[in-house]
């Protein structure tokens, strides 16, 4: 039980941490780098809650493909303007203010409302062999939507590859 | 397992930062990271009452996210390449050509 | 008319359609004929008309005397339909393309289509070297449509075209070399001159068939006797006077004379055809015509002698003293038809007719001659710069010869016959014209041989680069003038014994109007005739002095004359007083008429307009700007007032739109929190 809360603290921290520097880094790449460690840090979250396979997916997807996108898309657009540049625009103070804003009215609802929403902890203390559980219910109780999404990302790589072509 | 008020916070948290990146950030490619990160907010959510459920729906839920994510990544830059073969700028407050 | 005419009688209305035809081949393909074939279509079409003529004329001889009329209307041309007569009756107004030969349109139709075939052919030597050759022939064939038409036509509105047809045509011939300034001014003068006789002539043709009628001549005569019209009525007198207001501006006679000088610009051919032998003549014809009318006016009658007389001895006057041999000749050529009127006025008709015929034979043979000097000298037209050319072009000089002898009423040249007997008839009416007609005539004889010594003999004036190319004309212009200096000769001997005069009786006194020279005794028809023979030997002589024995007394009377001389040789300033009294007065009434259209019609009248105009438009303009751009500009205001805070978000940023998403959530939350709180 102490493993759990000091390994949850470990990647929350971490996790909160990496988004704040990502989030203030001049360059792009620094971001990017701090963008990996948050996402890895939120892999050990969903490691954390026994979600094996989306750990994976986590860490394969966000991290092996996505970010690598990502870099290489910073690669391609010119950096060094945008490392001279003004890195926040006008309405920052205003924006992270109204930011800072929401995140209190949140907590305010929450915890206002922390009886309505009946929230407990933990009740099974173990979760069963959680790769065959999601395949058995994505390929049954959502395989259409599964099959939507699919169709969402063949749309979505055509578009890019349209998005991309020098000449449409 | 800890309670889920704090993973509720803890992705509350995540998606303030997500929020003001997007919010402040003139990069727009970082302004894409801060929407990844707001997406795993969600999902830190999404996980947590699976968890709590004892149920692997909302990991389903995660990974339709994950997808969406996938495609909102690449259709995105996709996006920002074809915009700067025609202007040379990352700055998201310079493109301003679409209004009115 | 119902009896079957003879072939020519029947067929006199082809004899001007030959010219007409001529001449509408030279419009249309005329330039590209060349020389020999334009002149071969002219001449010869000339050529068939003066066929035609001899043959309706011997057909007319044939007719029994008396009856000697033949009217061939081919169809009625200006049927204008009913009106009042100023006698209250109604008639009805009739215009026929109708021609008739009788025996004054017979004489006519000989001389026009002779003189006028010898003069075509004379012209195809004098214009060989000219450009516009077909044009020329051209004209001259419309001009003898014109003049066939004018002699011919059976009422007065045809002979009005032919009237006008010659005008147009001495227009265009006169100004033939149009470059010249000089040549194309004088044809608008001749133009604008003889419209001022023919506003006369038309306002007499309205009179005539408001008073009788009818215009047809045949129809005139009869008309007059059934209309029972007073001799002298002061209707018939207005007509008669109009009708010789026409007449003074076609036959240059006093005062509309001045354009016929001005004339002399044109090729000499055409001063012959039009301005000598026939188209000057169209008021003697035309008054000779409507005689009936004359008759029975004896205040119009004398006016026409004395105007006669008077251009007569004022044109003789200043023919005296002219150096160009063309406006000698020009001058003379009035003083001939002051003759002519004066026999018209005396109601000689037919002495002026005959006169006009020998007149058309030696004024036509003078003006060809010295055409024909003209072209020797290489186009000098001064007589001072001549002189001796006698040896040199002998064929001229002899028919030259011939003709002044004829126009110096010589005898038994034609000349001779046609004047005595103008004088004698002038001796009958008044022994005051007969002296005027007598000093002119020894005025003309003096005058005539002055330019014929000044020409031919004594010494030589000629410049040194002409003298050696003087030359004698080929003989297509040879021939006509030895044709026409037979003519002068012989043409007058029809006239001996009264021949002439009985054959035109039918047309000069069968009107059934009264005669008017009754009361007038009988002339000592010999001792008049010997008095002008002496004057003219005594004028001839008088020149042999001046220009060949003396030449220095000329100079000296010259001299001595001063102030007469020079107002002489001033044409009596009457070109500077017609500039003065009419032209400038025109001019100014043009200038005011034309300060009247610049100041009023378009000041106020079109300037006005269109300010109102564009004073209305200003309006509807200030209407259009503020009231209906206006309404549609407040519409627009309105909507973009109402959408400018929504503007303001939209300002492309999507940065903003995602600010204003979360003050969207901050809203939504807040209303939450708000909610949570007032339910506890």
């Known amino acids: 039980m102490m493993l759990d809360s000091i390994l949850f603290y470990f990647f929350a921290a971490l996790a909160v941490g990496s988004a704040i520097l990502m989030v203030t880094r001049r360059n792009a790449v620094h971001s990017a780098v701090f963008l990996i460690s948050t996402l890895l840090a939120i892999a050990g979250i969903f490691l954390q809650l026994q979600a094996e396979f989306l750990f994976v997916v986590q860490i394969i997807l966000y991290v092996g493909g996505i970010m690598v996108l990502f870099v290489f898309v910073i690669m391609l657009v010119n950096l060094d303007v945008a490392v001279r540049q003004m890195k926040f ?65 063949l749309v979505a790589m055509i578009g890019a590859v349209v998005m991309a072509k020098r000449k449409i | 397992m800890l309670p889920v008020s704090h993973y509720i916070y803890l992705s509350l948290a995540l998606f303030i930062i997500g929020v003001i990146g997007v919010l402040t950030r003139r990069n727009v490619i970082i302004i894409l ?53 025609n202007r040379p700028t990352v700055l998201a407050d310079e493109m301003d050509l679409l209004k009115w | 008319m119902n009896a079957v005419l003879p072939f020519f009688l029947d067929h006199i209305w082809l004899i001007p359609m030959f010219p007409l035809a001529g001449a509408a081949l030279m419009f249309f393909i005329g330039r590209r004929l060349s020389n020999a074939a334009a002149s071969a279509i002219c001449v010869g079409s000339v050529g068939v008309s003066f066929v035609f003529a001899l043959g309706a004329f011997f057909q007319l001889l044939g007719m029994p005397e008396g009856q000697r009329v033949a009217e061939k209307i081919l169809f009625e041309w200006v049927p204008a339909g009913p009106y009042h007569m100023t006698s209250g009756s109604v008639t009805s107004f009739v215009a026929d393309w109708g021609f008739l030969l009788d025996p004054l349109s017979a004489v006519m139709i000989l001389v026009v289509t002779g003189v006028g075939l010898l003069i075509h052919i004379y012209s195809t030597g004098y214009m060989a070297n000219e450009g516009g050759f077909y044009r020329f022939f051209g004209y001259l064939n419309l001009f003898m449509f014109s003049m066939l038409m004018l002699v011919l036509a ?45 506003a006369g002539f038309l306002l007499g043709i309205f009179l005539t068939s408001a008073l009788l009628g009818t215009i047809r001549f045949t129809e005139i005569g009869p008309a ?71 008759q029975l006016s004896p205040l119009a009658m004398s006016v026409v002698a004395i105007v006669g007389a008077a251009t007569a001895i004022f044109a003789a006057s200043i023919g005296v003293v002219q150096n160009d041999i063309k406006k000698v000749l020009a001058y003379s050529t009035i003083s001939q038809l002051g003759y002519m009127f004066l026999g018209c006025g005396v109601g000689a008709f037919t002495a002026g007719i005959f006169h006009l015929m020998t007149h058309a034979f030696f004024k036509g043979l003078l003006f060809l001659a010295a055409g024909s000097v003209i072209h020797a000298m290489s186009g000098e037209q001064d007589m001072t710069k001549m002189g001796a050319l006698a040896k040199k072009i002998p064929t001229t000089y002899r028919t030259m010869l011939v003709a002044t002898l004829a126009i110096a009423g010589i005898p038994p040249l034609a000349g001779f016959f046609s004047k005595d007997e103008i004088l004698e008839k002038a001796f009958e009416r008044s022994p005051a014209l007969w002296v005027v007609g007598w000093i002119t005539a020894g005025m003309t004889a003096f005058y005539m041989f002055r330019l014929l010594f000044m020409t031919f003999h004594g010494e ?52 059934g109007a009264p005669e008017i020279a009754a009361e007038a005794g009988k002339a000592p028809a010999l001792l008049l005739m010997a008095a002008s023979v002496l004057l003219a030997l005594g004028g001839i002589w008088l020149a042999w002095m001046l220009y060949i024995k003396r030449t220095d007394l000329a100079a000296a009377v010259r001299r001595n004359a001063g102030a007469l001389y020079d107002l002489v040789a001033h044409k009596y300033y009457i070109d500077e007083i017609y ?3 009419f032209l400038n007065r025109s001019k100014d009434l043009g200038s005011s008429l034309g300060m009247f259209d610049a100041k009023i019609i378009d000041g106020l009248g079109v300037n006005g307009a269109a300010w109102l105009t564009r004073a209305i438009s200003l309006v509807s303009m200030w209407w259009d700007t503020w009231i209906v751009d206006g309404s549609v500009r407040l519409g627009a205001f309105l909507v973009e007032l109402a959408s400018f805070p929504i503007r303001l978000i939209q300002d492309g940023e999507m940065q903003e739109y995602m600010l204003i998403i979360v003050i969207g959530l901050i809203g939504f939350l807040g209303y939450t929190v708000y909610l949570l709180h007032w339910m506890r």
């Open chain 1, 89 to 153: 625009n006008r309405q920052s103070w205003v924006a992270g203010l109204l930011a800072l804003v929401l995140g209190g009215l949140a907590v305010v609802v929450y915890r206002s409302g922390g009886g309505a929403f009946n929230l407990m902890g933990a009740p099974a203390t173990t979760m069963p062999p959680n790769a065959e559980q999601v395949g058995t219910v994505l390929f049954q109780k959502y395989f259409l939507p599964f099959e939507i999404a699919s169709i969402l990302l």
């Open chain 2, 33 to 85: 990271m801060s929407i990844e990160l707001i997406l795993n907010a969600v999902n830190i959510n999404l996980m947590a009452f699976s968890r709590m459920w004892g149920s692997v729906d909302g990991q389903i839920f995660a990974i339709f996210i994950i997808t969406d994510a996938a495609a909102e990544a690449a259709v995105g830059l996709g996006i920002i390449i074809a915009f700067f073969r």
């Open chain 3, 154 to 198: 059976n009422n007065l509105l045809l002979l009005f075209v032919g009237w006008e047809g010659v005008g147009t045509c001495s227009y265009l011939l006169i100004g033939f070399w149009f470059k010249k300034k000089a040549a194309s001014d004088a044809g608008k003068k001749a133009f604008i001159v003889n419209r001022v006789g023919d």
């Open chain 3, 224 to 294: 007059l006797v059934t209309a029972h019209i007073a001799i002298g009525a002061p209707l018939i007198t207005a007509i008669a006077l109009l009708f010789f207001w026409g007449a003074t501006g076609k036959s240059a006679q006093i005062p509309l004379y001045v354009w016929l000088p001005d004339a002399m610009e044109g090729p000499t051919p055409v001063s012959a055809l039009i301005h000598a032998a026939t188209m000057v003549t169209a008021g003697v014809y035309m008054v000779t015509r409507s005689n009936a009318i004359f």
């Open chain 3, 460 to 511: 030589s004036h000629v410049d040194h680069d002409v003298e050696h190319h003087i030359h004698e004309s080929p003989s297509a212009m040879t021939i006509p003038l030895t044709i026409l200096a037979v003519l002068s000769i012989i043409g007058g001997w029809i006239g001996i014994g009264g021949r002439f005069e009985k054959f035109l009786e039918p047309v000069t006194a069968s009107m």
């Open chain 3, 579 to 581: 500039d003065a009294m």
